[in-house]
């Protein structure tokens, strides 16, 4: 039974490395340089200089555990090129070597997620189990953003999926140490540490004074010798404040280039139709100097009419977002929850975040699809979320090329989740009475709200792609990206209030 | 895991892990698993094609660009004509003229989207993103018009009373044909379009409309001529069932009125002289490049090594001998459908009369593993062992094809894609009353042939072939894979024979399988 179930789960994974492969031709964005210049950084220069080397624009802005990785895969890098980790000579290298080594790289290490999804799934039955490998190793968005636009989320994603199998399995001192090496890979992960500290806090550590005390300390000094492993070395050097200034550099702006569908695009909006209406009433408003988008000398955003934003502000409303889940972590830590949890804690990040890429949606995204098959309402809110969110990834891969890829793997995606959790919710009538001919009827079905919006997705497509160019050209070339912007951001705040309403009943 | 038993027939039942792929019905299964194939296809696109880069003449990428601008900017009669602005040695037209319909109307999209792909002489050799991008996405609509309707149709038709997870697997073994994916939307060429109709045709076999059968056939046939390996399986069994009517003229009549209608629409600009239509015919059957070239797993290619045929024989005698050993190799199967046709034999005629035609043809390619190919997959849930050994050889027989246009990760990874997809679920074959696995040495043969060609795929790959024969290893490859092809072809004319011989006795009009 168990062999069946791993040869099973392999074949998920062999069939989504077969697809990956055949993606390795496809569009790379410029993430694929910086990768190839930090295995060239870390394999060339010593740790001393790997968070002050600037020889390519590309620096180093990650902490030190990913610095490693890059280390490790860069031997390998060597042995097949050694152009690949010259720092000078492999700027910009895009010959085969380079590019088949690195996709082969994402593709192995894809195999964390796999080893992720396995744990997490141990006691799961047949049926959902499959669902949740399909929903989360054929994730349409992690594709797109990993095999063609170059990232290593599948990596980090397997680390936070195991840190949480084990809090589910109630082990919680190895679910936060993971945790901890999740944070020491990419501290974008941070934003689900409120909810890990509440939890383990409350489920651990409260268990009588000396066991409580005993515990805590052992959990505290878990974390400090995983982080003292990664920043060590640079806390003895005197680096640290050159690295926690290349990991936080708000020097950017409130927004990323593209505008991830998050709140601040609806703040955006307002202030500039407030701006608008107000002028046209006479009043006298400045007209902002500086984009949202762009870095500035200082770190705040160019409102006309509303407040100022700061990276302080976004900090506040995303723990004022995450504040209802922790005292519900608080009031009765159950492990069965703690996936809900720690997604809604990433959907507050990505909603509430300073400069949010859409990639971050892939953060909740993959915690959900755990969530999405131990409910109705579940399956109906993943169905929902998971497409908006993997239809806000299209602007990324923006080739024509890759158009009919991202649409089919978005369709695709779609037609599996509809057949998997027809399958799951399907009437228990018509299961036992299965005749060759005979289809039977689910309780799965789309509300008409939802079947609107999304109908409303291929509008938006439609107007973006084909609509826009046609009438308009290249002129206002920002409004097709705030179209879709706006759209999904409409579809991801609902998702956060489902969440939020979810957790709190 | 529980097992549902979902075949009626009470053998075992195949793992159910995919019934939530097949339990809303053939129709939506096919959706699901077309969505994922048109993924692959597009995914194998972006891969080099035939003569990329390879000036001055290319490969068959050019050749159906170049068509594209004759059939654009000329009259229809002077698209088969040498002229001057016409230079037949420059990738002259070859295929019958439907091809030469649809390069027109991909030549007009081409037109307007990226006109200098196209223009009159300037656009030789024209290579750009955008060009490339057109002409893929004219074979994926193609392909996603023509096959895919072709294959639900087929498969509705075929399936009518049998396990819905078997159907699915069959549906994933036809859409994800990985040698059709590889020579269209890899290498670059249009099999899917008389491959569509051909498959079209046969399912209007099965579903016993035999007027719609011709009209697509006839397409098929315009389309490339290469849809008559398979026109002895139809000639021999539409005349068997002709024969059992109460007044077979009437219905010879019919189906003749039928081709000769769809002939005279489709080939109207070329019928109104003798000339031109002798004209076109030349150029679809250029004897003067000899019976082989290149190495082709065929009889002709493999036997030249011993015998040299070419110098033995003149070309003309060569035809008539090439001739004359097809018909032979594909006479029992014919005989056999006209005097007991039925649907499963027809199937079972289709493969076998491409095999001959693949094996003793004049002038076959190593392409035309496609057309048996075809039916092999149809036949997939019959034959499952011999198919998934077919699906390898053919794949390999196309190998050097392949490395030579750069796609040896498409090559392997679809290679790797069939095998899990084939492994997902086995169907159980029922035993027949004799196989070739009991010959003694079958085995054993069949697994010697697997290592040779895992050697020869790495030797192909990392060394170099001696000064002396620098064909060396396509030799060895070639004479391999007809060797395969041999034993395959015997066993399918032993299978066809031995069907009629159960069934003698039993009613000859079949209406279902």
Redesign the interface.
């Known amino acids: 039974m168990d062999g069946d179930r791993r040869h099973l789960l392999l074949w998920f994974f062999a069939a989504a490395t077969a697809v990956k492969l055949l993606l390795i031709p496809s569009y790379r964005s410029t993430d694929f340089e910086v990768h190839r210049n930090w295995l060239a950084i870390t394999h060339s220069l010593p740790l001393s200089e790997w968070y002050f080397d600037e020889t390519s624009q590309w620096t180093l802005d990650y902490p030190p555990f990913f610095a490693y990785f890059e280390r490790f895969l860069s031997l390998f890098a060597r042995l097949v090129d050694p152009k690949i980790v010259d720092l000078r000579l492999g700027l910009d290298y895009s010959a085969d070597s380079v590019v088949y080594f690195q996709r082969i790289t994402v593709i192995f290490s894809d195999l964390s997620l796999l080893f992720g999804v396995y744990r997490l799934t141990r006691k799961v039955e047949p049926l959902r189990r499959n669902l949740i490998c399909v929903l989360v190793v054929w994730s349409p968005g992690l594709l797109m953003v990993d095999h063609v636009h170059f990232q290593y989320n599948g990596f980090l994603l397997g680390w936070l999926l195991l840190s949480v199998s084990f809090l589910q399995d109630g082990r919680d001192l190895i679910g936060g140490f993971l945790f901890a090496v999740v944070l020491c890979f990419k501290h974008l992960f941070a934003v689900a540490a409120p909810v890990y500290f509440v939890y383990l806090l409350r489920h651990y550590c409260w268990a009588g004074l000396a066991t409580g005390l005993r515990r805590l300390v052992a959990l505290g000094s878990v974390v400090v010798a995983v982080f003292a492993a990664a920043f060590g070395p640079f806390i003895y050097n005197g680096q640290i404040q050159q690295v926690i200034s290349r990991m936080f550099p708000f020097g950017r702006g409130l927004c990323h280039a593209y505008w991830a569908p998050n709140f601040w695009v609806f703040y955006i909006i307002l202030d500039k139709g407030l701006a608008f209406t107000l002028r046209k009433l006479g009043f006298d408003v400045q007209v902002p100097s500086a984009s949202f988008t762009g870095g500035l000398v200082g770190d705040s955003s160019p409102f006309a009419v509303l407040p100022q934003i700061t990276p302080l502000t976004t900090f506040v409303m995303v723990l004022l977002a995450i504040t209802p889940c922790l005292i519900k972590a608080w009031k009765k830590p159950q492990p069965g929850l703690v996936a809900r949890w720690i997604a809604y804690a990433y959907t507050c990040g990505f909603l509430f975040g300073w400069h949010v890429h859409e990639k971050a949606s892939l953060h909740f995204t993959i915690p959900l699809a755990i969530v999405a098959v131990q409910s109705l309402e579940d399956a109906k809110h993943y169905f929902l979320v998971s497409i908006v969110s993997c239809y806000s990834l299209f602007p990324l891969s923006y080739e024509p090329r890759e158009y009919p890829i991202k649409v089919l793997l978005l369709l695709l995606h779609s037609m599996v989740m509809w057949l998997g959790f027809s399958a799951q919710y399907t009437d228990e009538k018509g299961l036992k009475e299965k005749k060759e001919g005979g289809e039977s009827k689910s309780k799965f079905e789309i509300g008409c709200v939802e079947k609107s919006y999304l109908m409303g997705l291929v509008l938006v497509e439609v107007v973006s792609q084909f609509l826009h160019p046609y009438f308009l050209g290249d002129r206002y070339a920002f409004m097709p990206l705030m179209l879709i912007s706006t759209y999904c951001a409409v579809g991801i705040m609902y998702s956060w209030i489902w969440q939020l309403r979810k957790i709190l009943t | 895991?529980?097992k549902?038993n979902?075949s009626?027939d009470g053998t075992a039942a195949p793992i159910d892990?995919w019934?939530?792929?097949s339990?809303?019905?053939t129709t939506?299964?096919f959706?699901?698993i077309s969505?994922?194939a048109?993924?692959?296809r597009?995914?194998?696109?972006?891969?080099p094609y035939s003569g990329a880069g390879t000036p001055p003449k290319f490969g068959d990428f050019e050749a159906q660009r170049h068509w594209m601008e004759i059939t654009t900017n000329l009259p229809a009669t002077d698209w088969y004509r040498n002229g001057t602005q016409n230079d037949l040695t420059y990738w002259g037209l070859d295929y019958p003229p439907l091809t030469a319909y649809q390069s027109y109307i991909h030549g007009i999209l081409l037109r307007f989207f990226n006109p200098e792909s196209v223009s009159l002489f300037s656009s030789r050799g024209h290579e750009s993103?955008?060009g490339k991008?057109l002409m893929r996405?004219t074979v994926?609509s193609s392909d996603a018009l023509i096959f895919f309707p072709s294959a639900l149709f087929f498969v509705l038709v075929y399936h009518r009373?049998?396990?819905?997870s078997q159907v699915a697997w069959h549906i994933a073994m036809i859409l994800l044909n990985p040698c059709l994916i590889l020579i269209d939307h890899g290498h670059f060429q249009y099999n899917c379009i008389s491959l569509g109709l051909t498959v079209g045709a046969i399912a209007a076999v099965l579903c016993g409309s035999e007027v719609l059968t011709c009209v697509l056939f006839t397409l098929a046939l315009s389309h490339k001529q290469m849809s008559a390996y398979f026109a002895p399986a139809f000639f021999s069994h539409l005349l068997g069932k002709c024969l059992r009517r109460k007044n077979p003229i009437l219905s010879l009549l019919k189906l003749g009125i039928a081709v000769i209608v769809t002939f005279v629409i489709v080939w109207w600009p070329y019928l109104h002289s003798v000339d031109d239509f002798l004209m076109v015919l030349s150029r679809l059957a250029p004897f003067e490049r000899g019976i082989y070239e290149d190495y082709v797993a065929n009889f002709w290619c493999t036997t030249s090594i011993l015998i040299k045929w070419k110098k033995l024989f003149t070309t003309p005698s060569l035809k008539s001998i090439s001739l004359a050993a097809t018909v032979l190799a594909s006479l029992p199967s014919m005989v056999h459908q006209i005097f007991s046709p039925s649907n499963e034999g027809f199937l079972y005629g289709l493969l076998n009369s491409s095999m001959a035609f693949y094996l003793f043809s004049f002038q076959v390619h190593e392409k035309s593993i496609l057309m048996p190919f075809l039916a092999a997959t149809l036949l997939a849930l019959k034959i499952p062992d011999h198919f998934n050994h077919l699906t390898y050889y053919a794949l390999f027989s196309m190998f050097p094809l392949l490395c030579r246009d750069n796609l040896l990760?498409?090559y392997?990874?679809?290679h790797?894609?069939f095998t899990?997809?084939y492994h997902?679920q086995l169907p159980k074959t029922k035993a027949s009353s004799f196989s070739f696995t009991s010959f003694p040495g079958y085995v054993f043969l069949l697994r010697t042939h697997f290592f040779i060609s895992l050697v020869l795929h790495v030797v192909y790959l990392t060394i170099q072939p001696p000064q002396k024969y620098p064909f060396l290893f396509e030799a060895l490859i070639m004479i391999l894979c007809f060797s395969f092809f041999v034993m395959f072809a015997f066993y399918i004319n032993y299978t066809q024979w031995n069907f009629s011989s159960r069934f003698r006795s039993a009613d000859k009009e079949k209406k279902q399988i």
């Open positions: 895991m529980p549902k979902l009626g892990a019934w939530w792929l339990h809303k019905g939506t299964s959706l699901c969505l994922f048109l993924l692959i597009s995914a194998v696109s972006m891969f993103y955008i991008l996405w994926l009373n049998r396990a819905k990760l498409p392997l990874t679809l790797l894609l899990l997809i997902s």
